[in-house]
C-alpha cells in the first residue's frame, strides 16, 4: 500500500464491523505488581505507543534511555490558551494516568514522578490529587503560572527539576523523561491489553 508520506510500505488495513467492540483477545495479561522494567516497556511497544503531545516520538524508546534516569515528568501544561485535550484527559482519566505514571516510573528506575499542570487547572489538580491519594502513590504534582510556553518540555524540566536542557538537547541529558498525559492514557489502556488505535483533538475557532 502507499503511504501518505513514505511511499510504498509494509501496512495493515483495518476494516470496521460497525459494532465498537473490543476483541476478546483484548485483555490484560501479568498483575501489575509482578511486572519487571523491560515487561512494561515491551507492553509498550508491542501496542504501538507515540507520544500524543504532537511529536509522535516512540514511547518505548524513551523508557529505555542510555544513561540514569531520576524524574519522569507529565506533561499536563498544553502551549496554547485554547487546547483542552491535556485537561480533559486529567478530568476523565485521573486513574488511569496516576496507574500508567508509577508503571513508567518503575520502568525507567526513577525516583521521582511529576505531573506538572497549570495552577489555573483547579478542577483537574483536584482530581489528580484524589486520584494520587487513592493509589497509595508518591506521585507530585507541579503547579505552573500561566505563561507561555509552560507547555515547552524544556521549560517544565527547567521549571520542574531547575536543570536546563542543554540547546538542541533532549531531557535525558539532564536525567530526565518527558511525557504528555494523553500518552499516559494510551500507556494504561495497553496495560489493559489495548493497542493504541485513539487519539483526543480539541476543535476550536469561530
Not at 507520544?51 to 523508557?63: E, I, Q
Not at 500561566?146 to 536543570?163: I, K, S
Not at 536546563?164 to 539532564?174: A, D, I, M, N, R
Amino acid at each position: 500500500h502507499k503511504h501518505a508520506t513514505r511511499g510504498e510500505c509494509l501496512s495493515v488495513v483495518i476494516r470496521s464491523d460497525g459494532k465498537n467492540t473490543l476483541d476478546e483477545s483484548v485483555k490484560p495479561g501479568k498483575s501489575l505488581d509482578s511486572l519487571t522494567p523491560d515487561e512494561i516497556v515491551e507492553i509498550v511497544r508491542e501496542a504501538g505507543i507515540v507520544g500524543m503531545g504532537g511529536a509522535g516520538f516512540p514511547t518505548s524508546v524513551k523508557l529505555k534511555p542510555p544513561k540514569p534516569i531520576d524524574t519522569v515528568l507529565l506533561n499536563g501544561c498544553e502551549c496554547e490558551p485554547l487546547l483542552h485535550t491535556d485537561q480533559h484527559h486529567m478530568l476523565h482519566h485521573a486513574r488511569d494516568i496516576v496507574r500508567a505514571l508509577d508503571e513508567l516510573k518503575q520502568a525507567v528506575g526513577a525516583r521521582r514522578a511529576v505531573i506538572g499542570l497549570k495552577r489555573k487547572y483547579k478542577e483537574a489538580t483536584n482530581i489528580l490529587a484524589e486520584a494520587i491519594r487513592a493509589a497509595g502513590s508518591s506521585i507530585e504534582l507541579a503547579l505552573l503560572d500561566n505563561f507561555y510556553p509552560a507547555g515547552d518540555e524544556q521549560t517544565l524540566v527547567r521549571e520542574v527539576t531547575g536543570r536546563s536542557v542543554p540547546p538542541l538537547g533532549l531531557p535525558l541529558q539532564v536525567g530526565a523523561v518527558v511525557a504528555n498525559v494523553g500518552t499516559l492514557v494510551s500507556v494504561a489502556r495497553a496495560l489493559d491489553g489495548a493497542p493504541l488505535t485513539r487519539k483526543t483533538l480539541t476543535v476550536t475557532g469561530e
